[in-house]
């Protein structure tokens, strides 16, 4: 029932009862009343409720307990609610970044950072990007790979003691011994201190792996399928898990309730992650036409990552900081990245938002949105990939992605319009998670 109706209708049944009205007097819209105290009224010049869907202009978006109520045309009035008057603004779900490394942000020194930072420090760093995050306007993530202090974090968010993203964490990657998401880089006798316990070699091996992931909190199973840019070792960006071992890892998986996202650059790799049952691919580098029909036969989604590719290769360009491994990856790999999401666009591969952020910088999430356009998005289908799209990627489809009756008041507004220039969505003037607002420029 939307706030307009129940005002209506509590005052016609007050009405209509007579004598017994007086139980209902508080219900009458015909002055402040206690019970509307903590319903907003957000009066918006434009709102896209549903992306995919028109916006509606000269709106009332409605919020009781931190959650939407509707969205009706014009502007409603009561005298017990507070009114934002934001007519100037057009308002759209939080946005959805679907893959995100909160813990850290890559620098000169970051390959130090294991050997400098203990628990606490990454803890701390992670709150700070996390808030750095939900003031861009993505009011929800998917953390895919990093230390335990994601899970700590996500709780504290959760709890209301840090501001933050809701969070859909991994936590440490699966990967072989060697591979992309194993330690690189140091002597022998450090690389010890840093082994994961999610490193596996063989199918039996692997599944352990996978039930101590769940252990220890994972909401998804992140595996790095393929070779990586990033880590220190000249092992490539082809298949590195076994077929054997990657149906081993979704078998465990779907056991116990999760489904498994592979990083995955080359095309082998992806095709086999796709048809050991993976539900999602990680950048996707170098897919073609006929990898795109298995994300179709498979009912598979890419998150192409393209910001993570152009940033890689800036570094490789334009600085001396990347280990000579990384520098010739990162001039590989980041080169084909938006020709892979024009490939899979075209291909109708369906796409949600994610940007590697941790990689670029946080904060910076919404410059995806340039790429996706570029690659032959429309602004309103990237505004869906990290809106509606994302929101039943990462499992959360029923409670965010869209500001419809019943789900978290998470919703951004920016001063121009997003679907006539994609960039608006790089500077966000307002933001409420869960009925808080978190930011709220004039």
Not at 139 to 146: F, H, K, L, R, S
Not at 188 to 201: G, P
Not at 338 to 357: C, K, P, Q, S
Request: proline share 3%; net charge negative; aromatic share 8%.
């Amino acid at each position: 029932m939307t706030y307009r109706t129940l005002l209506t209708s509590a005052a016609a049944i007050s009405f209509l009862i007579g004598g017994i009205g007086v139980a209902f007097d508080s219900f009458a819209h015909d002055g402040p009343h206690d019970n509307y105290e903590d319903f907003t009224l957000i009066h918006a010049g434009e709102v896209l409720a549903v992306p995919g869907e028109d916006p509606i202009s000269d709106a009332t978006i409605i919020i009781h307990d931190g959650k939407i109520v509707g969205v009706e045309e014009g502007f409603l009035e009561d005298d017990a609610a507070t009114i934002l008057d934001k007519k100037e603004m057009f308002f759209l779900p939080g946005l959805i970044d679907s893959h995100v490394h909160l813990r850290s942000e890559w620098s000169p020194t970051s390959r130090w950072e294991p050997v400098l930072m203990e628990s606490g420090d990454s803890a701390f760093q992670a709150a700070k990007n996390a808030k750095t995050t939900l003031m861009a306007g993505f009011t929800a993530v998917q953390d895919v790979g990093g230390p335990n202090e994601i899970f700590a974090l996500k709780r504290a968010i959760n709890a209301g003691t840090v501001p933050g993203p809701h969070i859909q964490a991994a936590g440490s990657a699966i990967s072989v011994t060697g591979g992309h998401g194993d330690s690189h880089g140091f002597k022998d006798d450090l690389l010890h201190f840093f082994a994961s316990e999610t490193i596996c070699d063989g199918p039996a091996d692997c599944r352990r792996a996978t039930r101590q992931a769940v252990k220890n909190g994972a909401d998804v199973i992140k595996i790095t399928a393929t070779g990586g840019v990033l880590s220190n070792t000249n092992a490539g960006t082809g298949q590195q898990f076994f077929n054997d071992e990657l149906e081993s890892i979704v078998e465990a998986a779907t056991k116990m309730g999760r489904k498994v996202t592979a990083h995955a650059h080359g095309k082998e790799g992806i095709e086999s992650a796709l048809k050991a049952g993976v539900k999602s691919i990680e950048h996707g580098t170098y897919l073609d036409a006929g990898t795109a029909a298995l994300f179709k036969q498979y009912d598979a989604t890419l998150v192409p990552t393209v910001l993570a590719g152009m940033t890689v290769v800036d570094w490789a360009e334009n600085t001396d900081w990347l280990p000579p491994n990384s520098a010739e990856k990162a001039l590989q790999v980041g080169p084909q990245m938006l020709d892979m999401a024009r490939i899979a666009y075209e291909n109708g591969v369906n796409i949600a938002f994610g940007t590697d952020t941790g990689v670029s910088k946080h904060g910076e999430n919404a410059k995806e949105f340039q790429y996706l356009v570029e690659a032959g998005m429309t602004a309103q289908e990237a505004i869906a990939s990290a809106t509606t799209v994302a929101a039943k990627h990462i499992g959360l489809e029923d409670v965010i992605g869209s500001l419809e009756e019943g789900k978290y008041a998470d919703l951004i507004g920016v001063d121009g319009d997003p679907l006539d220039d994609i960039e608006e969505l790089m500077d966000v003037d307002f933001v409420m998670k869960g009925g808080v607002i978190y930011k709220n420029e004039e």
